[in-house]
């Protein structure tokens, strides 16, 4: 069993930045999965950014230049760096982990960018 915590959300103006953080209860030694989802008031869950099992990562179209994905094993976080945000990144935010054959999720936190 894994316990997911997402933190960093909150409000931020366009054009500034926002780290947020997903700590796991355990450390995950492998995974088949690993990335951040967001979901706005009447979209669709869209994936943002992922780790890929083989160490590559992905991301939307929309965020590429301007989002990193992270991790620090040893803190068992992920993390994910955004940067000139726009008010189309508000959103709440969720980190995924399908562990064991098994999709774990974090409880989100709010994106908020507005002027």
């Known amino acids: 069993?894994?316990?997911?915590?997402?933190?960093?959300?909150?409000?931020?103006?366009?054009?500034?930045?926002?780290?947020?953080?997903?700590?796991?209860?355990?450390t995950i030694f492998?995974?088949?999965?690993?990335?951040?989802?967001?979901?706005?008031?009447?979209k669709q869950r869209e994936l943002v950014a992922a780790f890929t099992?083989?160490?590559?990562?992905?991301?939307?179209d929309s965020v590429?230049?301007?989002?990193t994905i992270s991790r620090d094993n040893a803190k068992n976080t992920m993390y994910l760096q955004m940067n000139s945000l726009k008010p189309e990144d508000t959103a709440a935010y969720y980190c995924n982990v399908v562990y064991i054959g098994y999709g774990y999720w974090g409880q989100g936190t709010q994106v908020t960018v507005s002027s």
């Open 53 to 60: 099992s083989g160490g590559s990562t992905n991301y939307a």
């Open 1 to 26: 069993q894994v316990q997911l915590v997402e933190s960093g959300g909150g409000l931020v103006q366009p054009g500034g930045s926002l780290r947020l953080s997903c700590a796991a209860s355990r």
């Open 30 to 42: 492998t995974f088949n999965f690993m990335g951040w989802y967001r979901q706005a008031p009447g």
């Open 64 to 67: 590429k230049g301007r989002f």
